[in-house]
């Protein structure tokens, strides 16, 4: 009688406790900490609770975001340094953005994680910012990770951000696989991927279908792999842009491969700021499938919307670039747009077996280039008569 009644105990003790241990580690359920995920009743204090408890955990934890549920949360903060070793984040569910502006101020970011290392974020569930109540409103970054080493993205949908879905500051070691990122084509500033001050980052096998960039790479950022990426609508995969308002920026060691892009602004684009300082270098597009793009290839080493600075004789340097195995259509006439700086130029600039027509019967594609140095390596449609052969 007492060894069932133990048993009994025990059984008890584990449906209760939020915490439960096995190959997860220990495990923690929001539900557990007061989240209720009707879609309607603000979870936000819950979710905080409950990562609370995760952070401070020894050894692997998890934080289990149930299937079946929504649940709705205002902005939110999840910081580290935490105790526990590595941090996983199952979303089973949906966690959606509150529609009431009043609850948040502006510019500020919805989800944020902050020196959190080893943490993973999967579970096949879907983060939506209901961003259509935003986009004419003052909004930020959706889902940020600041400060952070071996984060890892996988199996989720992202959808309807506020601003920018996905941002990545300061953090090292990151991958993301397997996203299904998606927004309004007029939707503005929805940027699927913002990366900044970043370094060994790769993202893979990723549909983008946004308002702005799929990819945008910004300053103080190097050794970023982007390959398996399906992209548009949207802006392209960008580096940049960089060196606004006369800034130093850098980023070098880029490569997109075995990428598509549908129905985009732009492709595969390197844009700098007129007046800007630093340098874009070693830098790669290979494999890129373009289908009905406006600007397939394009380097603005001017770009300067505002007319400001307008006079300005510095320019951030741009080197060795290749496009190599680029093929498809473009809408525009203009298919190789290669615009650099009167003052600096782009130097090692190399196009390799480029193939690309104009989407529209009977017409030609041509290209425009100023200041640019380089060379092509094979025959190249449009022709590009400034590089050598």
């Known amino acids: 009688m007492k060894a069932a009644i133990l048993t009994l105990f025990l059984i008890f003790m584990m449906i209760a406790s939020p915490c439960l241990c096995n190959d997860l580690g220990k495990v923690f359920n929001v539900i557990s900490y007061g989240a209720v995920g009707n879609g309607k009743t603000d979870d936000t204090r819950a979710f905080a609770k409950a990562w609370e408890a995760v952070c401070n955990a020894n050894g692997i934890t998890s934080l289990i975001i149930p299937k079946g549920k929504i649940f709705l949360l205002n902005p939110v903060q999840f910081k580290g340094p935490c105790r526990a070793t590595k941090v996983l984040v199952q979303v089973g569910g949906t966690i959606a953005a509150s529609a009431n502006l009043k609850t948040w101020t502006d510019n500020e970011k919805w989800i944020h994680f902050e020196t959190v290392d080893g943490l993973a974020i999967n579970g096949g569930g879907q983060i939506d910012g209901q961003g259509s109540v935003w986009w004419n409103a003052c909004s930020d970054k959706a889902l940020h990770f600041h400060n952070c080493s071996g984060l890892q993205l996988s199996n989720l949908r992202h959808l309807n951000s506020q601003k920018n879905h996905i941002s990545i500051s300061g953090c ?217 052969h």
């Open 172 to 388: 090292k070691g990151v991958k993301i696989n397997n996203l299904r990122i998606s927004a309004p084509e007029d939707s503005p500033n929805t940027d699927a991927i913002d990366i900044s001050t970043s370094s060994n980052i790769e993202v893979l096998n990723t549909v983008m279908e946004t308002g702005d960039d799929c990819i945008a790479i910004n300053g103080g950022s190097s050794n970023i792999t982007i390959s398996g990426v399906a992209c548009g609508p949207g802006h392209g995969i960008s580096i940049g842009s960089l060196g606004k308002n006369e800034a130093f920026d850098t980023v070098e060691e880029v490569h997109v491969r075995n990428c598509t892009f549908k129905g985009t602004q732009n492709a595969a684009r390197i844009k700098t700021w007129q007046g800007g300082k630093g340098y874009a270098r070693k830098i790669s597009y290979e494999n890129i499938q373009i289908i009905n793009s406006q600007n397939p290839i394009i380097i603005d080493q001017n770009y300067n919307p505002n007319s400001l600075n307008a006079n300005a004789q510095s320019a951030v340097e741009i080197s060795n670039v290749t496009f190599r195995n680029v093929y498809g259509t473009s809408v525009d006439e203009i298919a190789v747009d290669l615009v650099c700086s009167d003052h600096i130029g782009c130097t090692n600039i190399v196009l390799n077996n480029i193939d690309i027509k104009s989407a529209i019967p009977g017409k030609q594609t041509i290209s425009r280039c100023n200041n640019v140095h380089g060379s092509t390596l094979s025959p190249c449609n449009p022709i590009v008569p400034c590089l050598s």
